[in-house]
């Protein structure tokens, strides 16, 4: 079972800049799909971004396209979300999860394991 921590959350001000990381216990990193949700408050979990295992490929939510860019080491067991000209509406607690073949998923019921998530608080 991969572990996953979440880091690189945080406050930044609108139209800023954040890059978060997702790290897994294990070299089983490799076998799993990755993807990003977020939370906002009061809401439900949303699918942000996704990668296929071996990275040649990625999936956005067209809120995120332009802004957000998912990438991952699988040297070094980490996904990453790097995210520009953030909004007041990015604000949320945001997960990273591991799938086997979820990569073109956007339901968080087709990921089997998820990290503790982290906050990113957008201020005007």
């Known amino acids: 079972q991969v572990r996953l921590l979440e880091s690189g959350g945080g406050l930044v001000q609108a139209r800023g800049s954040l890059r978060l990381a997702c790290a897994a216990s294990?070299?089983?990193?490799?076998?799993?799909?990755m993807a990003w949700f977020r939370q906002p408050p009061g809401k439900e979990r949303e699918f942000v971004a996704s990668?296929?295992?071996?990275?040649?490929?990625?999936k956005l939510t067209d809120s995120a396209k332009g802004r957000f860019t998912i990438s991952r080491d699988n040297t070094k067991n980490v996904v990453y979300l790097q995210m520009r000209s953030l909004t007041l509406e990015d604000t949320a607690v945001y997960y990273c999860?591991?799938?086997?073949?979820?990569?073109?998923?956007?339901?968080?019921?087709?990921?089997?394991?998820w990290g503790q998530g982290t906050q990113v608080t957008v201020s005007a």
């Open positions: 990668i296929i295992r071996s990275g040649g490929n990625t």
């Open positions: 294990d070299d089983t990193f490799r076998w799993y799909d």
């Open positions: 999860a591991a799938g086997q073949y979820s990569f073109t998923n956007t339901d968080p019921g087709t990921y089997n394991y």
